[in-house]
């Protein structure tokens, strides 16, 4: 699968984006799909996965109550809504695919990833 990330951009803290995650081929909904980031200087981190169904999502700590994240089977599209962003979510995000059937955060275990989009949130 090819995954391409779109969305990111400049805003101001407190304010809102939606990324969007645009994969090819015919197995979208065979693959667990999640988003990561990694800020200058940092390590890449897990943000949010979403089951194949879309029924089951999980977060991590520092964005959950703030992001959404959401999958579309039919048009082969995941999204993350941010909400009420702040500085410290500044970073490149990376959608990813992962053949795994546990909920895995560990970016080693994602096969397929998109080329980044960056969001910069400023105070």
């Known amino acids: 699968v090819q995954l391409q990330a779109s969305g990111g951009g400049l805003v101001q803290a407190g304010g809102s984006l939606t990324l969007s995650c645009t994969a090819s081929?015919?197995?979208?909904?065979?693959?667990?799909m999640g988003w990561f980031r990694q800020a200058s200087g940092k390590e890449r981190e897990f943000v949010a996965h979403?089951?194949?169904?879309?029924?089951?999502?999980k977060y991590a700590d520092s964005v959950k109550g703030r992001f959404t994240i959401s999958r579309d089977n039919v048009k082969n599209t995941m999204s993350l809504q941010m909400n009420n962003l702040k500085p410290e979510d500044t970073a490149v995000y990376y959608c990813?695919?992962?053949?795994?059937?546990?909920?895995?955060?560990?970016?080693?275990?994602?096969?397929?990833w998109g080329q980044g989009t960056l969001v910069t949130v400023s105070s």
């Open positions: 990813a695919a992962c053949t795994s059937y546990y909920y895995t955060r560990r970016a080693a275990d994602y096969a397929y």
């Open positions: 081929g015919p197995t979208f909904s065979s693959y667990l």
């Open positions: 979403v089951g194949r169904s879309g029924g089951i999502t």
